[in-house]
């Protein structure tokens, strides 16, 4: 098995939206904000090359939306998803199955393109399988008010029409090992119902895709609980069982929307869980 985190590109959004309730004298520390109160992220996947499969972790924000609608996410830097992907010898039509972590746009917008005559859209990963699970789709094709803005049929709907969508099988508890994938899953429900945070054996440690659990290092504290989450009472008890059990099994956290940190271990103090050291997929596995 090898792993290739994928930077697909960076954005920004409100610091506040960012961090709810902490303020920002504080969050502003470690996520420094511009005149307009933006912070920068990523959209950072994570590439899985296991025997014949190609597995691509979320797909990030894509590029059919109208120049209006990235307008408000301020976009930069020149990383792509194909010029990542090519990077490391790869191409879209390689990528045998994309798991989706969830599907608000961010995470998602990647996996359905415009079509070549761009009169419509389809799958942008023609020879994969789109892996969610029944309970989230069902989730966002139905969405309540305080998400219909991040859960966009373009980014849905194709993936389905096209016959390439498929549901892993739903946890017996919090925790599922699915055969189909390779991987374990954590399901959590405080940011959105039923988000899957990918937990990967690799080289001897456990990496796990943090996804929107914690997005950035700066989201390591407990009450660091984004605006967006519709259940935040949820959050704070997924995350503190989470880091618990991060400490104590040593897990890699991979950061999605952190664009200047990749990978961070934790360690307990006594002031709950907390940063331990941060690295670079370089530096941990010389890759």
């Not at 191409?91 to 599907?103: A, G, Q, R, S």
């Not at 405080?190 to 990496?207: F, R, V």
């Amino acid at each position: 098995m090898n792993l290739y985190p994928i930077e697909t590109g960076n954005f920004k959004l409100d610091g506040g939206a960012m961090f709810g309730v902490v303020p920002k004298s504080l969050w502003t520390k470690t996520n420094p904000s511009d005149a307009n109160n933006m912070i920068d992220l990523a959209a950072r996947c994570l590439l899985i090359e296991d025997g014949n499969r190609l597995i691509l972790i979320d797909t990030g924000l894509g590029t059919k939306q109208s120049d209006k609608f990235f307008g408000y996410y301020y976009l930069w830097g020149d990383y792509t998803l194909e010029n990542s992907l090519k990077q490391f010898g790869f191409h879209k039509e390689d990528i045998t199955d994309v798991f989706m972590t969830h599907l608000h746009f961010d995470h998602c917008g990647g996996s359905v393109q415009w079509n070549t005559e761009r009169t419509g859209y389809e799958p942008a990963f023609k020879n994969a399988k789109f892996w969610t699970n029944k309970a989230h789709w069902d989730w966002a094709t139905q969405p309540n008010a305080r998400e219909k803005a991040s859960f966009l049929k373009e980014n849905l709907l194709p993936m389905e029409e096209s016959g390439q969508l498929h549901f892993v099988a739903p946890a017996d508890q919090d925790f599922l090992s699915t055969s189909e994938l390779g991987f374990g899953i954590l399901f959590v429900n405080g940011h959105t119902d039923k988000q899957m945070l990918p937990h990967i054996e690799y080289k001897g440690k456990t990496i796990v895709f943090a996804a929107d659990l914690i997005p950035t290092a700066g989201h390591i504290p407990l009450p660091y609980v984004m605006g967006y989450d519709t259940r935040p009472l949820l959050t704070l008890q997924e995350k503190a069982a989470f880091l618990n059990t991060a400490v104590e099994k040593e897990y890699l956290l991979f950061f999605e929307h952190d664009p200047y940190h990749q990978l961070c271990t934790l360690k307990a103090t006594e002031k709950g869980v907390r940063l331990a050291e941060l690295y670079s997929f370089k530096e941990v596995f010389d890759l």
